[in-house]
């Protein structure tokens, strides 16, 4: 997948544009961080254009209507690198100070801001 603009990493990482990947049909894994902190908030206002707090309800929501998992929740930069290039379908946000070449090895980084 080439690189995702803001408007399409909010919808795949909502899953609102579809429950699966195109091209390898796996199903969407959405991952963020256990506790508050920047990385969080900058993706949560920059990306999502909603607050920790909206966005957790928005999981939980759908998760009692539709039954889908909520988002899994890593501790760190270096938990969410391994999640991602570890879980088929994951998607999840760093540091882009973590993006080091040997992540980006790992993982695909399909938006930077």
């Known amino acids: 997948m080439a690189e995702l603009s803001l408007s399409e990493a909010k919808l795949y990482y ?5 429950s699966r990947w195109p091209g390898i049909n796996k199903n969407i894994k959405p991952a963020t ?5 920047a990385e969080r908030d900058a993706f949560c206002s920059t990306v999502l254009k909603m607050t920790d707090v909206e966005t957790d309800n928005y999981f ?3 998760q009692f ?26 998607i999840g946000f760093i540091n882009l100070k973590s993006a ?5 090895a790992k993982v695909k980084v399909v938006l930077e801001f």
Request: charged share 40%.
């Open 65 to 90: 209507q539709n039954a889908e998992k909520q988002p899994d929740r890593v501790n760190s930069d270096a938990e969410m690198i391994e999640f991602v290039s570890q879980e088929v379908g994951a």
């Open 14 to 18: 909502m899953r609102k544009l579809k």
């Open 33 to 37: 961080r256990k506790s508050k902190c």
């Open 60 to 62: 939980a929501e759908r």
């Open 100 to 104: 080091s070449a040997e992540t980006r």
